[in-house]
């Protein structure tokens, strides 16, 4: 019996969304496979398994299994694999394959999906595999990786299908029918003039229910919501999510047709937009993968340490400045932190939504003022609440009723402040064009130590 009938491969219509590369032994048995160039063996183990989950198991190989793995399938591996695969595992993967390979792999691929894998290559060997494509093939590669990165133009699928007006529905029927090379998967037609401008499309369903004699012309729809080439991925996504599109016409500067984006290519974007937010609150490259190297990971992540260090070194100068009352009084020093702490976690929450609720264009600032407003008034409320738990704590552990003053008025002022910074802050950094989930950070820390410590002890400074 062949070893990799010893366990069950996941299938594309699996109740559960199994990882593969979890199954006892389905890695091993995947090395041992390519080790003895047992290309029935991978057809076997790989025949039903979906290109996500394919893209599981080459990030799971040893590196240089990998492109061992492809030359083997040959024709067999979907190249659309790739494309589930973090931006550095897949270039290793494709600088270690022969251009021909990678070449022929790409041929069955959507434009959208090409240009997605060429677009990470350098220069070089972007050309040397464009030079493999057929004139034709070529340009419209060459025109999305024109676009500048992360817009629409880079998004789209060239693959559409744009008839003229004059066109009947039968006429259009017949032509989906019987044409091949059109796209795997679309939702309507596109209605274009001699010059390929955009008159509208008709959805699908229309163009099922409507008799066969009727043209396009008189039962196009204009579409309301068409795409700029050149307009920024994260724009259109908030477009398709706002109206609840399936799909949107891409148009360049002269209105002409040149592409269309579907959801699934939206899903993606809200996806990689949502990750680079929550790298960049945490202090880490947008970019950043699991599969990067030691060296590259160490030097992104050191600037936002520096800069923290620069903050915590500002905070230790303020405390610095009470140095005496802190002798005299140990609890001050014991309590200090709470004060600090207290004012960190509020800020970070209310910079999280600010910098979030600016991202999705929610904060504007028609709107700020009162956001402003309602953050300082949940600041000074919690701060209250808190000023009271804490001076109770006090008292009970210290015996100082003076002491629990001095702590209470100092949470109120340092979580009031907090409020304010960690609106404050974004929308500051935004209205200068740089990006507040980057470097909102270091500068919410800084504000919410210094104004907790400067509070706490200059407040006990003055009070003893």
Do not use: C
């Not at 309507?188 to 012309?217: C, I, M, N, Q």
């Amino acid at each position: 019996m062949r070893e990799e009938a010893e366990f069950a491969t996941p299938s594309r219509g699996s109740e559960h969304d199994s990882d593969p590369t979890e199954a006892p032994g389905f890695v091993d048995a995947v090395v041992g496979a390519i080790d003895a160039g047992d290309v029935e063996a991978l057809r076997t183990i790989l025949r039903d398994l979906h290109e996500t989950d394919v893209a599981r198991l080459l990030e799971a190989l040893p590196a240089p299994d990998r492109p061992k793995l492809i030359e083997l399938l040959g024709s067999d591996f979907d190249f659309t694999a790739l494309t589930e695969l973090d931006e550095t595992a897949r270039v290793q993967i494709l600088e270690a394959l022969p251009t021909q390979t990678v070449v022929e792999g790409m041929r069955d691929l959507d434009s959208d999906d090409a240009v997605y894998i060429l677009e990470d290559l350098d220069d070089a060997d972007k050309q040397e595999i464009l030079s493999n494509f057929s004139i034709p093939e070529r340009a419209a590669l060459q025109r999305s990786l024109d676009y500048p990165e992360e817009s629409a133009g880079r998004r789209m699928q060239t693959e559409f299908i744009a008839l003229p007006p004059f066109w009947t529905v039968g006429q259009t029927l017949d032509y989906i029918g019987e044409t091949e090379g059109l796209p795997e998967t679309f939702f309507e037609v596109f209605v274009v003039d001699a010059t390929y401008r955009l008159d509208g499309s008709v959805p699908l369903d229309r163009l099922l229910r409507t008799r066969r004699g009727a043209k396009l012309g008189d039962v196009v729809t204009p579409d309301r919501h068409v795409v700029n080439a050149t307009d920024d991925q994260e724009d259109v996504a908030r477009v398709f999510e706002r109206y609840n599109l399936i799909s949107a016409p891409v148009v360049d500067e002269a209105g002409r047709l040149v592409g269309v984006l579907t959801v699934d290519d939206i899903v993606d974007v809200i996806q990689e937009e949502a990750d680079e937010d929550l790298k960049a609150l945490g202090g880490v490259a947008g970019d950043e993968e699991l599969s990067d190297s030691f060296w590259y990971i160490a030097r992104s992540r050191f600037s936002w340490l520096l800069l923290n260090l620069i903050a915590a070194n500002i905070a230790s100068f303020v405390i610095a400045l009470f140095e005496g009352e802190l002798q005299r009084m140990v609890a001050l020093a014991v309590l200090m932190p709470i004060v600090a702490s207290q004012g960190g976690n509020a800020a970070t929450q209310t910079m999280t939504v600010a910098v979030r609720a600016l991202a999705t264009r929610e904060l504007r600032p028609s709107n700020a003022r009162r956001v402003i407003a309602r953050e300082l008034l949940v600041g000074l409320f919690n701060g209250v609440v808190f000023a009271v738990i804490m001076a109770a704590v006090v008292f009970a552990r210290f015996g100082l009723a003076d002491l629990g003053f001095v702590i209470a008025l100092a949470m109120i002022i340092n979580l009031a402040a907090a409020a304010l910074g960690g609106i404050l802050v974004p929308l500051a950094l935004d209205r200068l064009k740089v990006d507040p989930a980057v470097a909102s950070g270091p500068f919410v820390t800084t504000i919410t130590d210094v104004v907790g410590f400067f509070a706490f002890l200059s407040i006990a400074s003055l009070w003893f």
